[in-house]
């Protein structure tokens, strides 16, 4: 969602509505069911995107092509908009005013500066803030009926992970050694049997412990029955593909076999794995806090004077973290469990929060520090490094579902919304 948040400010300027003068003549473009869609609104879009395209490439692009593309466009929001009546969706100032404010960082100007720059365009600010609400409206909308058309099945996570972990293991180098106990060509069954038992026996001794080395030394003087191989350094995309495949999962020393081919048994070492790709270490932080919020009654020297003063009671031993987060702290979320927030990524908190817990050792209280929800008093109670490497593998698998079926489902949504309107395109 929020994609549109992203935008270059001057494409959603010039989207949607119809700015500067009036045309002496206007036409219907467009009848969406019992809406219409003013031709003059079209051309005055096109007339903008043409300005702005010259400006910044001197290029003027099929007139005809771009009408029928901002009509359509105007067709699929009139009609999304239209859903909307029916329910109590609302943009709120405070999340207009956010949008906005994003859309003026994103292009690395102020606020004040994007409203210059509205006006000197001929563009009504007023009308500017309408539509990027409409913007938000459209796209909430979208998100909530199309949403509801998706079910991503945890077996399908686990099959992409798979396929996943195959595409980023093909860089991984393996240093392998090699048994093969050959078959002789158009091996009879019992040619066979018997070379399988042979196979079978020595993948036994050597996951028993058996040196292998020794084992190859032991047998390599009958080239019949067993021949070795150093295969050294490979990428596993550089191997057959019979080996390959049961090698995506490797670690070092692990014997692998028997894996049979038209050529015989092998029997793999693993003497050493490179790997690109490292495990996804991160670091968790079990951290519990005390909140005072600050009032027009409550200062902000009256919060972090009372904070100081938890801080030596608490040295004195006069009262515990806890026991003051229960009676002190304004988080209702945490304060009933003495202030604890539990085992979480260090990189939830903003920079300040991190800065502050990683100079603190286990047990110790920080200073009173500020935030937008007031004043705190953290206690880093312990830190510890864990392995997030599969519940990453499993989130990015699921996004990427997600977001191809997100795309699958609204072109399909979009379609059956468009074919169960009225719409008669006059121009």
């Known amino acids: 969602m929020k994609n549109w948040r992203i935008l270059i400010f001057s494409t959603i300027i ?8 009036p045309l002496p003549i206007d036409k219907i473009a467009a009848i969406v069911n019992q809406d219409i869609i003013l031709e003059s609104s079209i051309t005055q879009i096109i ?28 067709i699929m929001n009139n009609i999304i908009l239209q859903i909307n009546k029916n329910t109590d969706l609302n943009v709120s100032e405070e999340e207009l005013d956010e949008t906005i404010q994003h859309i003026a960082a994103t292009n690395h100007i102020t606020l004040n500066q994007l409203h210059t720059i509205i006006v000197n365009r001929g563009i009504n600010y007023q009308d500017y803030r309408d ?6 409206m459209i796209e909430v909308i979208c998100n909530n009926e199309v949403r509801r058309r998706i079910t991503i099945l945890p077996q399908e996570v686990e099959t992409l992970v798979t396929q996943l972990r195959i595409q980023n293991n093909q860089d991984i180098q393996l240093n392998i050694s090699s048994i093969l106990i050959p078959l002789p060509i158009s091996a009879t069954k ?8 042979l196979a079978d026996h020595l993948i036994f001794k050597l996951k028993d412990g058996s040196d292998f080395n020794k084992i190859t030394a ?36 692990d014997i692998i076999g028997p894996i049979v081919s038209d050529s015989g048994f092998y029997i793999l070492k ?21 909140l005072l919020k600050t009032s027009p009654i409550f200062t902000n020297e009256e919060a972090r004077s009372k904070l100081k003063q938890i801080i030596k009671n608490i040295k004195n031993n006069k009262i515990t973290f806890a026991k003051a ?43 009173p520090i500020y935030s937008s929800l007031g004043w705190h008093l953290i206690q880093l109670i312990d830190n510890r490094q864990v392995d997030k490497t599969d519940e990453m593998e499993k989130e990015l698998a699921y996004n990427l579902i997600f977001n191809k079926k997100y795309s699958e489902e609204m072109q399909s949504w979009m379609q059956e919304q468009r074919n169960n309107s009225y719409i008669k395109i006059l121009s």
Do not use: C
């Open 47 to 74: 007339h903008n995107l043409n300005l702005h395209l010259y400006k910044s490439s001197h290029q003027f692009i099929d007139k005809k092509k771009l009408y029928d593309q901002i009509l359509e466009q105007q």
């Open 218 to 253: 032991q047998y390599s003087a009958n080239a019949d029955k067993f021949r070795s191989y150093n295969i050294g350094w490979n990428k596993i995309k550089d191997l057959p593909d019979i080996l390959a495949q049961n090698l995506y999962s490797v670690k070092k020393n």
């Open 270 to 290: 693993i003497n050493d794995v490179r790997k690109k790709n490292e495990k996804k270490i991160i670091t968790e932080v079990h951290v519990r806090h005390i």
């Open 190 to 197: 019992q040619q066979f049997n018997v070379q399988k038992k």
């Open 14 to 21: 010039i989207a949607n509505i119809a700015f500067g003068s």
């Open 131 to 136: 539509q990027i609400r409409k913007e938000i």
């Open 325 to 367: 987060a229960k009676d002190f702290s304004d988080d209702i979320s945490s304060s009933e469990q003495g202030g604890d927030l539990g085992w979480t990524a260090l990189d939830i908190y903003d920079s300040m929060f991190r800065n502050v817990l990683l100079k603190l050792h286990k047990g110790q209280i920080s200073q």
